[in-house]
């Protein structure tokens, strides 16, 4: 089992920033990828940003040359350093991980999620 602790939303207005961080623990050897999603009211689930063990990252087309995720896989945390903040980047932030098992699917894992609201 993999428990996810997140920090760091809040409210702040536009153009400013916010740093997401999160902390897995439990019982697995590795994980797969892991980073943040996000979830507006009335939107889907949609992916932030993750990074995989080789440190490569991906990034959502709206996150990219604005937000930054760096990872200490000594620790197992990620951190989303978020800059020049839109309204639109209003939503719920979950943290996940994605751990490898036996089939090519791997167990994902997931916070609770933290606010993060952007005002004009």
């Known amino acids: 089992q993999v428990q996810l602790v997140e920090s760091g939303g809040g409210s702040v207005q536009e153009g400013q920033s916010l740093t997401l961080f999160c902390q897995a623990s439990?019982?697995?050897?590795?994980?797969?990828?892991m980073g943040w999603y996000r979830q507006a009211p009335g939107q889907q689930r949609e992916l932030v940003a993750i990074i995989a063990t080789d440190g490569s990252a991906t990034y959502a087309d709206s996150a990219k040359d604005r937000f930054t995720l760096s990872r200490d896989a000594r620790h197992n945390t990620v951190t989303l350093y978020m800059n020049a903040l839109r309204r639109e980047d209003t939503a719920v932030y979950f943290c996940?991980?994605?751990?490898?098992?036996?089939?090519?699917?791997?167990?994902?894992?997931w916070g609770p999620g933290t606010q993060v609201t952007v005002s004009s």
């Open positions: 439990g019982s697995f050897y590795r994980f797969q990828h």
């Open positions: 996940n991980a994605a751990i490898p098992n036996e089939t090519e699917i791997p167990d994902n894992y």
